[in-house]
């Protein structure tokens, strides 16, 4: 088999995957969510996903999913360009398209690591295009954010 061909078969079976509807939370209640890591001590991770990002998918159904599975990592998802409602940090309810804004992120996926009154405790984990390392820059954003609750 010719190495286009066996591309283009890799690429077709990986095209459904793209599309799939998302393995994490979408966020609702951000003042619950940050009570319930707190009750934990465990910072809230907040992905911001785009509808249809295939770097979305990976680390959301690769990295985050198993550890919110596995390990109850507090993990919830706001999507870009979304109209979902969600109670802010401050009590008020916005749209996921509007939070993302306000934070300023431009770039999905980007995770947030937030402590207990939606402060950030760790530098953003932005893209997905880095796999060999994801994983590494995803536990070192996770122990930045614990020391700092400690």
Same mark, same amino acid.
Request: aromatic share 6%; proline share 4%; charged share 25%.
């Given at each position: 088999m010719s190495?286009? #061909?066996?591309?283009? =078969?890799?690429?077709?079976?990986a095209w459904p995957l793209v599309g799939r509807a998302a393995t994490l939370p979408h966020a609702q209640d951000l003042p619950r969510a940050l009570a319930a890591a707190r009750a934990r001590h465990e910072p809230l991770v907040l992905m911001v996903s785009l509808d249809g990002c295939?770097?979305?998918?990976i680390v959301r159904d690769q990295y985050l999913a198993?550890?919110? #599975?596995?390990?109850? =990592?507090?993990?919830?998802?706001v999507d870009m360009r979304s109209r979902r409602q969600l109670?802010?940090?401050?009590?008020?309810?916005?749209?996921?398209?509007?939070?993302v804004r306000a934070r300023?992120?431009?770039v999905a996926p980007t995770l947030l690591f937030l402590g207990p009154k939606g402060e950030e405790l760790a530098e953003r984990l932005v893209g997905g295009s880095i796999p060999d390392f994801y994983?590494?820059?995803?536990?070192?954003?996770?122990?930045?954010?614990?020391a700092r609750l400690r």
């Open positions: 190495a286009t #061909r066996r591309a283009l =078969l890799l690429a077709a079976a295939a770097y979305c998918h198993p550890l919110h #599975r596995q390990q109850g =990592l507090p993990v919830v998802q109670k802010d940090v401050d009590g008020r309810t916005i749209v996921h398209d509007d939070f300023r992120v431009t994983g590494a820059y995803l536990d070192q954003r996770l122990e930045q954010a614990r």
